[in-house]
Structure formats: C-alpha cells, structure tokens
C-alpha cells in the first residue's frame, strides 16, 4: 500500500471512521489523518509517514515515521485547543501519545493492522 489520503471531501468526512485516543499509552496501530483535541491537551509524542510512503506492516511504518511536533506545534508541551482540527499537510499520523487531555482522531480509509 502506498500512504495516500483519498479525495480531500472523503477524509473530511471521516469515510475511514473515528477513534478517540484517552490515558498515556501510545496508540501505534491506527493511522489518521487529522484530530481534535480536548482543550488543553497535551501531547508527549506524534509522528508520522510522509504521503505516498510504501508500507505495508506497522514495522514498515515505524521505520519511515519522523516527528511531527515542529510541523504544528512551537513545543511539544503546548496545550491544544479544543474546537480545531489538527492536521500535518503531507503526512499521515501514525503514532500519538499524550500527557494529558483527549483527542478524537479521523481515520484514514484504509488502515494497517499489524
């Protein structure tokens, strides 16, 4: 599989589902295209694959993933505004871990499992 999103208006609508991310532990196993978050969350790691990236297990995407952080955020613990969605242009999350707060995450339509 080559790391794409689908049509723009696709991913908008969130065709690939949700999936809420709560607690400290990293979520490693679900690719997204965007989030929001709770007000004032606060996030310990995101990172990511570049678009149009060739993988096809979780091992694949660990190995291409880079961080995130400087792309959207001046340090990584800045709070989160809740009522934003959150998007890294070019790139897929695929590894999220907060400090505090929530995050609703929009799931790419095809996803990677193990």
């Given at each position: 599989m080559n790391a794409l999103f689908d049509?723009?208006?696709?991913?908008?609508?969130?065709r690939g589902g949700t999936f809420d991310i709560t607690g400290t532990d990293a979520v490693t196993n679900k690719q997204s295209w965007g989030?929001?978050?709770s007000d004032g969350a606060v996030l310990a790691v995101i990172k990511g694959i570049p678009?149009?990236?060739?993988v096809t297990t979780l091992a694949g995407i660990t190995a291409a993933e880079v961080d995130l952080q400087d792309f959207f955020l001046t340090a990584?613990?800045?709070?989160?505004f809740a009522g934003v969605i959150y998007r890294v242009d070019g790139y897929?999350?695929?590894n999220?871990?907060?400090?505090?707060?929530?995050l609703h995450c929009y799931k790419t339509n095809?996803?990677?499992i193990a």
């Open positions: 049509r723009q208006i696709n991913e908008l609508l969130a989030f929001n978050a678009l149009k990236t060739a990584l613990t800045d709070p989160l897929i999350i695929t999220v871990q907060l400090t505090s707060g929530s095809t996803q990677i």
